[in-house]
């Protein structure tokens, strides 16, 4: 079964073993980063559908949006946070940071 006289049969040589564990190694690091990816794309995915979801919801609370520039809509945004904050401060709650 092995190659050298000196081990018993069955027994893979200790160069064996080793190349084994590296081709072992290399396959489990595959497969980490097949599921790394698919973690990757769902939360993508996740991110994408609330980007939507949100911005459909700012649409359909301020139609003329559509017609103002993106630099201005942030602006909005930006003020709408901060009246939240100070919202959630005056009732006693804990701000969510962005």
């Known amino acids: ?13 200790p160069d064996a073993q080793l190349a084994e564990i ?3 190694m290399q396959q489990l690091k595959a ?12 939360e993508r ?4 559908r609330r980007l939507i ?7 359909k609370e301020f139609p003329k949006l559509a017609e103002v520039s993106l630099e ?4 909005v945004a930006s ?3 901060k009246l939240l904050i ?9 701000p969510q940071q962005r």
Not at 53 to 59: K, L, N, S, Y
């Open 53 to 59: 979801q949100v911005g459909a919801i700012f649409e």
């Open 79 to 81: 003020e709408l946070h």
């Open 86 to 94: 100070k919202s959630r401060e005056a009732s006693g709650s804990e």
């Open 22 to 24: 590296e081709k072992k």
């Open 72 to 75: 201005d809509v942030s602006k």
């Open 1 to 13: 079964m092995s190659g050298t006289p000196n081990e018993a049969p069955g027994r893979k040589s």
């Open 31 to 42: 497969k980490k980063q097949q599921i790394q990816n698919r973690i990757s794309l769902k």
């Open 45 to 48: 995915k996740e991110r994408t």
